[in-house]
């Protein structure tokens, strides 16, 4: 039978295995990166988008009142490609790390993280729907961000701690973009752009450089 | 020195069952394909070391049916996360003495 050599290596040990087994430590610091530039370039694109169809300070994503038609169904599309493109680098991205860190990619810690993260996410998901539904679109840009950053908070149990700062983060841009009517669509990409930028690039220094 | 080991507990002599317990205080209850990943044993070796816990009820066993295949699920018991607490203090009041 095996027995510890000394009690540092033995609480180091337990350490570790209370960490990975209630813990999802493989996401990649890259992944946010990646997400942050989709976002800053979907921004942008909505942007030059409002800009060119007489929203005329260009500022605001959700102008007051019901949107166009047109309008609607370009946001909405650009904000899917976005996801869609920041979800699928991430599993790309995290099942390499995963996979070289010898952690196995949906363990029962990753199941956990991603339901906690899943549950407000969603939510927000038909909040925003029936935000636009009503016409109150002036409303979904800080409403997503909240959202989100309710969920981090959440989740954050069950990953890396610094996930909670990111969701604090993007909580207080969610607020304060709730008092700045007309720079939704500023808030949004630095809470989606930059923040995911800064995040990414300091997750990745911590811990896989 | 040899006294302070005195204390120490004979059921957290292997580190397989310590390991076990430690899984056991940070998750609500663990499966057995998850500890066994976690641990990377054997199925008899892993099963062995999970008798002994439950001898000294340190741990329980919860077993139940997701359709017709059996999973069994473990927890830590009251006594045995009192056990590791304590067996943590030992561990502590040994470094601290090594120190000093």
């Known amino acids: 039978m095996e027995?510890?050599?000394?009690?540092?290596?033995?609480?180091?040990?337990?350490?570790?295995?209370?960490?990975?087994?209630?813990?999802?430590?493989?996401?990649?610091?890259?992944?946010?990166?990646?997400a942050g530039i989709y976002a800053l370039v979907g921004a942008l694109a909505a942007y030059y988008y409002l800009n060119a169809h007489g929203n005329a300070d260009g500022k605001d994503a959700y102008p007051p009142g019901v949107p166009e038609y047109d309008q609607l169904l370009f946001l909405a599309g650009d904000a899917l490609i976005v996801l869609i493109l920041a979800i699928g680098t991430g599993i790309?991205?995290?099942?390499?790390?995963?996979?070289?860190?010898?952690?196995?990619?949906?363990?029962?810690?990753?199941?956990?993280?991603?339901?906690?993260l899943a549950i407000p996410l969603l939510t927000g998901g038909v909040f925003?729907?029936?935000?636009?539904?009503?016409?109150?679109?002036?409303?979904?840009?800080?409403?997503?961000?909240?959202?989100?950053?309710?969920?981090l908070v959440?989740?954050?149990?069950?990953?890396?701690?610094?996930?909670?700062s990111l969701g604090m983060a993007e909580i207080a841009?969610?607020?304060?973009?709730?008092?700045?009517?007309?720079?939704?669509?500023?808030f949004w990409a630095i809470g989606f752009g930059a923040l995911h930028i800064a995040y990414g690039a300091y997750m990745y220094n911590k811990y896989e450089k | 020195m040899k006294k302070l080991l005195v204390n120490f507990n004979k059921a957290f002599e292997s580190r397989v069952r310590l390991g076990i317990m430690s899984v056991l205080m940070v998750n609500q209850s663990v499966d057995f394909n998850t500890l066994k990943e976690l641990l990377i044993l054997s199925d008899g070796n892993l099963?062995?070391?999970?008798?002994?816990?439950?001898?000294?009820?340190?741990?329980?066993?919860?077993?139940?049916?997701?359709g017709r295949k059996p999973n069994t699920t473990y927890s830590a018991s009251k006594e045995g996360k009192k056990a590791f607490h304590a067996h943590l203090k030992e561990l502590e009041t040994l470094i601290r003495g090594q120190a000093v």
């Open chain 1, 92 to 116: 790309f991205l995290t099942t390499r790390r995963a996979k070289k860190d010898g952690n196995s990619l949906l363990d029962a810690a990753a199941k956990k993280l991603i339901i906690n």
């Open chain 1, 3 to 34: 027995k510890y050599t000394s009690p540092e290596e033995t609480l180091t040990e337990i350490r570790h295995l209370m960490e990975r087994s209630s813990r999802f430590i493989s996401l990649s610091g890259f992944s946010g990166i990646f």
């Open chain 2, 47 to 66: 099963a062995s070391h999970i008798r002994a816990l439950e001898e000294v009820r340190y741990i329980t066993v919860n077993k139940q049916f997701i």
């Open chain 1, 173 to 186: 841009m969610g607020l304060i973009s709730l008092f700045m009517p007309g720079y939704g669509l500023l």
């Open chain 1, 154 to 164: 959440h989740a954050s149990k069950y990953t890396r701690d610094d996930v909670r």
């Open chain 1, 128 to 151: 925003c729907i029936a935000l636009v539904y009503h016409g109150n679109t002036f409303y979904v840009a800080p409403a997503m961000l909240i959202f989100y950053g309710l969920a």
